[in-house]
Nanobody, 126 residues
Framework: QVQLVESGGGLVQAGGSLRLSCAAS????????MGWFRQAPGKEREIVAA???????YYADSVKGRFTISRDNAKNTVYLQMNSLKSEDTAVYYC????????????????????WGQGTQVTVSS
């Protein structure tokens, strides 16, 4: 299983930006599809964005036009660029990996992903 370490979280004012990074090790990164999930206090974990091993991309409706997911296979890293942040984006953000995968024919689910990072806190102050 691939090991994942997130970084880049922090405190930012509403309207600001953050870039999250997730470094992978212990596996062939390019063979994995990657996802970003988040969990706000008192809420269930939800998908934010995902990029497959063939660069098929999925975004949750709540972040379309504001967030951008990308991957750098040479650096074994997936990124989440978050712009125009809102207070409702406050959550712990988790990186996840799924062996193989292609186009996203449905909403990616937690159960699709077998490896998870420890999470990074993003707090947006209004």
């Amino acid at each position: 299983q691939v090991q994942l370490v997130e970084s880049g979280g922090g405190l930012v004012q509403a309207g600001g930006s953050l870039r999250l990074s997730c470094a992978a090790s212990g596996g062939t990164f390019r063979s994995y599809s990657m996802g970003w999930f988040r969990q706000a206090p008192g809420k269930e974990r939800e998908i934010v964005a995902a990029v497959s091993r063939i660069d098929s991309i999925y975004y949750a409706d709540s972040v379309k036009g504001r967030f951008t997911i990308s991957r750098d296979n040479a650096k074994n890293t997936v990124y989440l660029q978050m712009n125009s942040l809102k207070s409702e984006d406050t959550a712990v953000y988790y990186c996840a990996a799924k062996r193989y995968g292609g186009s996203w024919y449905r909403t990616p689910a937690e159960s699709d992903f077998g490896s998870w990072g420890q999470g990074t806190q993003v707090t947006v102050s209004s």
